[in-house]
């Protein structure tokens, strides 16, 4: 009897700390998405709102991409990332990747120029 209670709390003081530790996987990064980006459009040096679920609330665990040219990131939260359009940028997807996780922008940002004194 004595040897099957010893057992029986091994086996819970285990289980507590199993529980504990996160249990058995899943407590890694998530999957980022984006939903929105605000502006759509705009030229070299613009912040630019990126909307969306499970980034990295630390700025530089985050890299933004706009259409393949590094972007700067100036803040970030689970939901929100604030950079900057990168000099030499062309339109095209955003894109947000943390580790080895990426998201896709659902639309293109339109990289803007000025032309003669004009926006294009």
């Known amino acids: 009897m004595k ?8 086996l819970f003081a285990v289980t507590v700390v199993f529980a504990a530790c996160g249990g058995g996987g899943g407590g890694g990064p998530q999957t ?5 980006v605000a502006p759509s459009h705009g030229l070299p040096g613009t912040t ?3 909307s969306g679920t499970n980034f990295n609330p630390t700025p530089a ?12 990131v100036i803040d970030s939260t ?4 604030v950079a900057t359009v990168p000099k030499g940028a062309t339109s095209g997807p955003i894109t947000v990747t943390e580790g080895s996780n990426s998201a896709t ?5 339109t990289v803007t120029r000025l032309l003669g004194g004009s926006v294009q």
């Open 78 to 81: 689970s939901i929100q990332i």
């Open 32 to 36: 980022p998405a984006i939903s929105d």
């Open 105 to 109: 922008s659902p639309s293109s940002f």
């Open 61 to 72: 665990s985050n890299v933004v991409k706009f259409n393949g040219t590094t972007a700067a």
């Open 3 to 10: 040897n099957r209670l010893e057992l029986l709390t091994i």
């Open 48 to 50: 630019v709102i990126i």
